[in-house]
């Protein structure tokens, strides 16, 4: 807002955690007011500190968001292959996740992963590569907000929390395998 009595040209500087990561010019008359609007990617799913100009700083959580392939094969796996905080936007059917990292935060805002027709997991949580080759079952493994549905959902769980999962349509008691290995 210009409450000047001079019209003048204004830059508003985008700043993600400290650095000018965008700008906007605009030209301001006397008791203008305009909006600046930016968008920005994120390459890692942390917080980052975000302003403009010399507004207080908010605290912004990027996340990697799990889309279905449009041209994947049914009961295929969608990967979670690196630490960070993942968020289903949709519900997932003939599909499956596979969780092979450690420090995964899995946010399912409610919806429905349903692996009916599928064979193996609906979830698997497992097989962290080791930095020798090797694979163990990860830690720190968060899965909260979610609806499983299907025959056959397995979880390792390892230094890990399952919050707010509900499991239905489990049609014996093999089926659902959860497991804490230390």
Do not use: W
Not at 38 to 46: A, E, G, K, Q, R
Not at 64 to 93: F, M, R
């Amino acid at each position: 807002t210009n409450n000047g009595t001079i019209e003048y040209n204004y830059t508003a500087l985008l700043k993600v955690d400290g650095n000018v990561k965008r700008s906007k010019s605009m030209f301001l008359n006397t008791g203008e007011t305009k909006k600046a609007s930016f968008n920005v990617s994120f390459l890692t799913p942390v917080n980052h500190t975000v302003t403009i100009g010399n507004l207080t700083p908010i605290t912004v959580k990027a996340y990697y968001e799990i889309v279905v392939p449009p041209n994947s094969t049914n009961c295929s796996y969608i990967y979670l292959p690196q630490p960070g905080y993942y968020v289903i936007s949709a519900d997932i059917a003939k599909r499956k996740l596979y969780i092979n990292s450690r420090n995964v935060n899995l946010e399912g805002n409610g919806h429905i992963i349903d692996d009916r027709g599928c064979t193996l997991y609906g979830i698997f949580v497992g097989n962290e590569k080791t930095p020798s080759g090797s694979t163990k079952n990860p830690k720190n493994v968060v899965i909260k907000n979610l609806v499983l549905v299907g025959d056959s959902l397995r979880a390792q769980m390892n230094n890990s929390l399952m919050i707010n999962v509900k499991v239905l349509n489990v049609t014996s008691t093999q089926a659902m395998t959860l497991f804490d290995s230390y």
